[in-house]
């Protein structure tokens, strides 16, 4: 089944306790990307990924780290949490990115990881 | 500024009523593209509709239709005679030409409750 999995799903920490999330596509997907979703703001993104090895900023990308080393594996990493890193976390893939044209452009997300950090 | 901004925080309706949740858009760029997402109770993104800025037709699918005007620099979504399993978050982005159509902002979304 094709898919995009994160885990965990859910996490409760601490402030300055490194943490990483995964995120995973079998989808052969060469674009993947990061959000985070707060009530009052909709979804943010954070970062995303063109392909292996080349990621941008997305619009929040204070705080977080991620890593394209392998097309299917795309973790954020949040090197010292902070409470208002407290969120719930997408991250989502799509075939390529937008240049290729309509049928690359649909994103897939994930089921979503809900991050509290105390 | 908001790119996306949907002023719609919340709407209820009782079925079989319809519905219209806004969404406004900002850019500069004169290609772009418009999304609109669902997310239900259980919380997962289901994509809905792509459109791009050169393709202003309006577009119906089922119970659901897209009225597109650059004009107005707006992407509203009409939910016909509504159900009870149209209750959710809607959610309206946008995407870029300048920042190769990578970048994806959102508005800050529409819940919409139905109640039957």
């Not at chain 1, 995009?4 to 060469?30: A, D, F, W």
């Not at chain 1, 990307?33 to 990621?55: A, C, F, H, K």
């Not at chain 2, 509203?76 to 946008?94: E, R």
Request: proline residues 4%; charged residues 20%; contains cysteine.
């Amino acid at each position: 089944e094709a898919q995009v999995t994160q885990n965990p799903r859910y996490l409760i920490t601490v402030t300055g306790k490194k943490l990483t999330v995964t995120c995973s596509q079998n989808m052969n997907h060469e674009y993947m990307s990061w959000y985070r979703q707060d009530p009052g703001l909709g979804l943010r993104q954070i970062y995303y990924s063109m392909n292996v090895e080349v990621t941008d900023k997305g619009d929040v990308p204070e705080g977080y780290k991620v890593s394209r080393k392998e097309k299917r594996n795309f973790p954020l990493i949040l090197e010292s949490p902070s409470p208002n890193q407290t969120s719930l976390y997408f991250c989502a893939s799509s075939l390529l990115g937008g240049l290729a044209g309509d049928s690359y452009n649909e994103q897939f997300f994930g089921p979503g990881t809900r991050l509290t950090v105390l | 500024a908001q790119k996306v901004t949907q002023a719609q925080t919340e709407i209820s309706v009782v079925e079989k009523e319809d519905v219209t949740l806004d969404c406004v858009y900002e850019t500069r760029d004169t290609t772009y593209y418009l999304f609109w997402y669902k997310q239900p109770p259980s919380g997962e993104l289901v994509f809905l509709i792509r459109r791009n800025s050169f393709d202003e037709q309006n577009e119906i699918s089922g119970r659901y239709s897209w009225n597109f005007q650059k004009s107005t620099s707006s992407f509203n979504f009409t939910i016909t005679a509504s159900q009870v399993v149209d209750s959710a978050v809607y959610f309206c982005a946008l995407s870029e030409a300048r920042y190769n159509f990578n970048k994806f902002y959102f508005g800050s979304g529409t819940k919409l409750n139905v109640k039957p």
